[in-house]
């Protein structure tokens, strides 16, 4: 019925960049507070950033200056620009946003979450 779907995730070198990004897909009506998070092999999953319909954002401090989130609210995606890369940043990333969207003859807000794109910053 909805879907988010990450795409951009990849191998790259220290100091090398990428582009993430989450498309929703269904009945959507509007997408809110989107965001990444990511969550490395034993480790909890954390905030990476996230954006607000009035264009606020908010970012992890292992990540600020190296990453922007922008979202398309149109075309209900979210992105996240990663540059600087570090080995550090190496997880699998995913987004997630309250999704607004049309079920049956009522509408309904809920939490989604996508399936996670590697990133891996390695030589």
């Known amino acids: 019925q909805v879907q988010l779907v990450e795409s951009g995730g990849g191998l790259v070198q220290p100091g090398g960049s990428l582009r993430l990004s989450c498309a929703a897909s269904?009945?959507?009506?509007?997408?809110?507070?989107p965001g990444w998070y990511r969550q490395a092999p034993g480790k909890e999953r954390e905030l990476v950033a996230t954006v607000t319909s009035d264009g606020s954002t908010n970012y992890a401090d292992s990540v600020q200056g190296r990453f922007t989130i922008s979202a398309n609210n149109a075309k209900n995606t979210v992105y996240l620009q990663m540059n600087s890369l570090k080995p550090e940043d190496t997880a699998v990333y995913y987004c997630?946003?309250?999704?607004?969207?049309?079920?049956?003859?009522?509408?309904?807000?809920?939490?989604?979450w996508g399936q996670g794109t590697q990133v891996t910053v390695s030589p």
């Open positions: 269904g009945s959507i009506v509007s997408m809110n507070t």
């Open positions: 997630n946003a309250d999704v607004l969207y049309n079920y049956g003859n009522y509408r309904r807000r809920r939490t989604y």
